[in-house]
């Protein structure tokens, strides 16, 4: 098992499209990149530790690789918006990608490049490339969110698109 981090935006967002793909397992919303030990939801919201709200998961590479990760982050949210995702504002929200090795690190850098010069987005990629060097878990509430909460307005406007393009585009490495 291999392990990625990744912050799209809200950590319910992200967890809700990685959780469904083949060879994904453990995933985990919580706090990266940020300035103190063991933030809470409440200070990373209120922007004051640095962290943003993100994933980490482990996935077999025998099922999935690291570009397609790569794929699915960058289709499933909005690259080229600095800190922010929809009505989602703040250094939290940022996009991110958190490399736990050197390959990693050359595949997104790769990649990102990549998609900057096929000009699918009209606006320049900002997601951070940075060395993951903690990652903190979410409080258990935030576990499985969308799963457990496909009523609340949040989910039905923000995720079900994600779920749906995710069904769209990529089926073959669905769960």
């Keep these: 098992m291999k392990r990625a981090v990744f912050a799209g935006g809200c950590f319910w967002c992200t967890e809700a499209v990685f959780i469904r793909l083949k060879g994904v397992h453990n995933v985990k919303s919580g706090f990266t990149g940020g300035f ?30 690291y570009a397609d990760l790569l794929e699915v982050f960058f289709a499933t949210h909005d690259p080229t918006t600095l800190n922010r995702q929809a009505n989602d504002v703040g250094t939290h929200y940022r996009s991110a990608i958190f490399y736990t090795d050197e390959e990693q690190f050359e595949t997104a850098k790769q990649y990102m490049r990549a998609l900057d010069a096929s000009t699918i987005f009209e606006d320049p990629i900002v997601t951070e490339l940075t060395a993951l060097e903690a990652f903190y878990d979410a409080e258990e509430d935030h ?31 669905l769960k």
């Design 36 to 65: 103190i030990k063991n933030p809470a939801y409440r200070e990373v919201c209120q922007g004051r530790t640095g962290h943003a709200e993100g994933i980490r998961l482990d996935y077999d590479e025998s099922l999935i690789s």
């Design 143 to 173: 576990d499985n969110y969308y799963d457990l909460n496909r009523e609340q307005p949040y989910c039905t406007y923000l995720i079900d698109p994600k779920i749906k393009k995710l069904r769209t585009h990529f089926k073959a490495i």
